[in-house]
Nanobody, 113 residues
Framework: QVQLVESGGGLVQPGGSLRLSCAAS????????MGWYRRAPGKQREPVAR???????YIVDSVKGRFTISRDGAKNTIYLQMNSLKSEDTAVYYC???????WGQGTQVTVSS
């Protein structure tokens, strides 16, 4: 069992940036796909980005060009760099390895002036 712990959320003004981190308690080398998901108020959880073990990644259209996902195997950590944030990006962001059923507790991101 691998525990995932997110950090880096907070309150930011529109147009600002945040970097989320997801630290795993164990090795992620055997986890092929890890990703970031978010749940906005009143909505269901949705995927944001995913990254494969080989470093290839996929970003959903709504954040493409603004968000970047990366993975550091040596640190057992994945990141989500979020730039040009918009109010509609406000949500709880979760890190997950869905194929293994591993999920973090989430970190709140609020974009507001």
């Amino acid at each position: 069992q691998v525990q995932l712990v997110e950090s880096g959320g907070g309150l930011v003004q529109p147009g600002g940036s945040l970097r989320l981190s997801c630290a795993a308690s164990g090795s992620i080398s055997s986890i092929h796909v890890m990703g970031w998901y978010r749940r906005a108020p009143g909505k269901q959880r949705e995927p944001v980005a995913r990254i494969n073990r080989d470093g290839s990644s996929y970003i959903v259209d709504s954040v493409k060009g603004r968000f970047t996902i990366s993975r550091d195997g040596a640190k057992n950590t994945i990141y989500l760099q979020m730039n040009s944030l918009k109010s509609e990006d406000t949500a709880v962001y979760y890190c997950g390895a869905p194929d293994f059923g591993f999920w973090g507790q989430g970190t709140q991101v609020t974009v507001s002036s």
